[in-house]
């Protein structure tokens, strides 16, 4: 009897809580993570002209980039106007990590994992991908439903990162069969940090907390993080585009996916 009482406690107050927030509240409760898409299309058609008439040159593309850094705190406050504040606490089930709520959720972000500097895309090595990063899940540990979550999914992946990178010092990929295994690891283990810094992103935008100064702090930075990223990334594919090159530079150095053909192809010249 009691646990019924319990039971119909919560469900009234659920209702009075959805009654008090109301239809509006609701449709504004993603609006930290809507808006910097809308700035992200702005940057993406006004920039350029609102540099070239400030007379920046190609060699101060620094100082275009600041004004879209800035542009993060215009879209916060513009997203604190209509932001529910008495939005109710997250249930055990909101709280489920974004790429966890749908595989298919994963999978798009794992196949924009490379593709974002312009690796070619190979269904082999992405369905390899897709799955070792389930076998990621089981060997870190997930969460589960209701259970205290972690604060951030993203630097717990850091850290299994860098004691893959311990290890790679250790035993070198071309030396042994054992260093081979330890390279597709620390493959996993990057590309599970991009999908968990995802997660974290995802989830400070839909449901930041504005109650303190650094929860307000936090989503002013990822903001900028987020406008910034896309920005950068939208005209380095543009620059790309433009002028194809087969150098390959900066974040896409670090991609394993050419490394991995040169060890399969390497082992097959001393099969022969």
Known sequence: MTYAMNSNDATQLQAETSKAVGPSSQAHAYVHLYLPLITIVFHIF?????????GFTEDEGWKPMLLVAF??????????????????????????????KNYLYRA???????????????IIFYTMDLVCSFAADVVIGERLVGAPQRQSEFLVALLWVAGSAVLQRLIPISNSG????????????????????????????????????????TLILLQTFTIMSFVILFFAWLRRFNEPTNEV????????????????????????
Do not use: H, M
């Open 108 to 122: 798009a972000v794992i196949f924009t994992y490379g593709r974002l500097y312009g690796t070619p895309f190979n």
């Open 178 to 217: 054992i260093g081979v295994l330890v390279g597709a690891a620390d493959r996993t283990l990057w590309r599970t940090a991009y999908v968990a810094l995802v997660d974290d992103v995802v989830g400070v935008l839909t449901r930041p907390d504005v109650r303190t100064l650094t929860g307000k702090g």
């Open 249 to 272: 530079v900066g974040p896409a150095a670090f991609d394993t996916e050419a490394f991995d053909k040169e060890v399969l192809s390497e082992k097959a010249q001393d099969a022969r």
């Open 46 to 54: 006004c920039t350029p002209t609102i540099a070239r008439f400030l």
């Open 71 to 100: 542009s993060a705190i215009p879209t916060y406050l513009l997203g604190s106007l209509v932001y529910p504040a008495n939005r109710p606490d997250p249930s055990p089930e909101e709280r489920i990590r974004f790429t966890r």
